[in-house]
């Protein structure tokens, strides 16, 4: 039962290089989240994803471009990284947005941008 | 503009005590409201979640409660054990049409429990 998966957990890159972020999720969710937590502020969201093919902006998207080809995977690519994009990245899974329905979190990924 | 507030910021408490954390929003039009324990280095994970008719819910030590007219929330923990450490995050569910939903996330009260 793995879930919900980011990779790297960790990583470190350098102002202008373009870094994907991997989430994997077992479960054929349909709608999956991307979110950045920094200090002094609570969870945004960065993009979600309604379904294969169908992605929409969230709260914070500049910088950023996601994709969805298949269910189970959402990547999240930075395409030429900054410093202000240092922070902790998570993907989150539902099976429907809605009254009630819970998003399920992956472990993280704490990306630094030097 | 929609808003959630937790407090405290922190807390330290001795294992074996309870403690309240408290959630103040400004969410309109409310859908839900969700409590969810953070772990260091861990994703959120999900204790409580409370519709607009629902003012109480428990699991196991954690008790949350909703007072809808006030647009309060309160997460009670009882007999605090030294797992109990962690950021608490207050979730508030905006309603919009159709079938999404926005969730507007508190910064969280991060709760030390010392033996």
């Known amino acids: 039962d793995a879930g919900i998966t980011q990779s790297p957990r960790y990583k470190i890159t350098e102002t202008g290089r373009q870094v994907t972020l991997m989430c994997h999720q077992t479960w054929s969710h349909s709608y999956m989240f991307w979110y950045r937590q920094d200090l002094g502020h609570g969870l945004r969201l960065i993009y979600y994803s309604a379904a294969a093919d169908i992605t929409d902006k969230g709260e914070v998207p500049d910088g950023y471009v996601v994709s969805r080809s298949k269910t189970e995977n959402f990547p999240l690519t930075l395409e030429s990284a900054t410093r202000s994009q240092t922070s902790v990245y998570f993907c989150?899974?539902?099976?429907?947005?809605?009254?009630?329905?819970?998003?399920?979190f992956g472990p993280g990924t704490r990306l630094t941008v030097t | 503009k929609n808003q959630v507030e937790q407090s405290p910021q922190s807390l330290i408490i001795l294992e074996g005590k309870n403690c309240t954390l408290q959630?103040?929003?400004?969410?309109?039009?409310?859908?839900?409201l969700r409590w969810y324990k953070q772990d260091t280095g861990r994703g959120p994970v999900s204790l409580t979640i409370?519709?607009?008719?629902?003012n109480t819910k428990s699991n196991g030590r954690y008790t949350a409660t909703l007072d809808a007219d006030t647009k309060q929330s309160s997460l009670h923990i009882t007999a605090s054990q030294l797992s109990d450490s962690a950021s608490y995050i207050c979730?508030?569910?905006?309603?919009?049409?159709?079938?999404?939903?926005?969730?507007?996330f508190g910064t969280g009260t991060l709760l030390a429990v010392q033996p």
């Open positions: 409370m519709t607009f008719s629902e």
């Open positions: 979730v508030v569910s905006a309603r919009y049409g159709g079938a999404t939903n926005k969730l507007i």
């Open positions: 989150a899974s539902s099976e429907l947005v809605g009254r009630g329905n819970e998003q399920y």
């Open positions: 959630c103040n929003y400004t969410v309109s039009p409310f859908s839900n």
